[in-house]
């Protein structure tokens, strides 16, 4: 049975998702990042608090989506939720479809940058509210693991500006600074450090709408931000910021696997540092074609470089300390496959006003002052 496209079945089919996520988001991050018990009154508390946040985000990120699409005429659908019970946060986010192609180049621009203004304004009122109303320093007391960490807030009134000796368990979960956080939040003792911040409900809801907000900003391929890249620069610049982009993301990944598996502290097996090298060698040949379109030449001298990187990174271990980041991996993966780094032609190709370039401009540096190259580092 084809599903109908529109009408109130279809609406109900997005509400149905819209409550399965919020669910989702609610008991997955409740479970693991929470401070209560499962099935308490603070547990849930906690998960309403931060569903209630990070879906208000997406929500409003694809709502400027969807607006700008109606504006232009363009048929587009409502957000379908996306709910990964158990995995992640709870969500995968939110995403609208286009049913046609779009008309023009500032369609294009208005299209891509909606959501991404609308969703960076609602995730700078989050921070604040968030920040405006922090718990007390009291607020982990009793939590598991956090003994050291207690006994320091007790003895200096404040949190710690890094982590107490010992204090961060296998599995707790470092979040990436990034300028506009720092901001935010300032440099004070009052304020959750980022090795405690998921803990915090509301204000890692925050910090993962910025986050957010600079991953759909990537200027790659058909991302929001390779919309905005592909309007205001054109196909050739487009394509070359792309894969520019797409080899610094390479290069952490590099980094970051070498320093995690290639020459981790406890060292493979032979046999499986053999095939862990081999591994990383398809994955980078085929990522190096992907990205040049099946150039050898190009691929050989991509395939060399990061080679190269992993090879040397035990030398400069402050290069994967302060730029490695594995996951980057799957992103290059992801991007390279799914969201390609084409950009499809619009047919009209009318110039920019004065108005959308500023509005183009302004959403490089939101991507610029919320990006980390390093955003979610989980403690071995």
Known sequence: MRFPTSGPLRTNFHLILLVLTFAST???WASWGGRAPFGTPLFLQDGIRFATGLLLFLTVHEFGHYFAAKRHRIDVTLPFYVPSPFIGVGTLGAVIKVREAIPSRRALFDLGASGPLAGFVLAIGLAIVALVLLPPLTYLMGLPGHEELITYIQAMGGYPPTPPAGSLAPGSLVLGQTPLFSFLTGDNGHVPPMHEL??????FSAWLALFFTA???LPVGQLDGGHITYALFGPKWHLRIGRSFLLVLMASGTLGYADEILFAAQPLAPIQTLLAWLFFSALMFVFAQR????????TIIILTGVLTLALIEPRLPFLAETLGYSGWLLWCGLLLFFVRMQHPPVPIWEPLDRKRRLLGYLCIAIFLTCFSIQPLLIVP
Not at 198 to 203: A, D, G, I, K, T
């Open 198 to 203: 998921y803990h915090f409900p509301f204000l």
């Open 215 to 217: 991953l759909n900003l």
């Open 26 to 28: 609610a008991f997955t």
């Open 291 to 298: 990205l040049t379109e099946g150039s050898l030449r190009s």
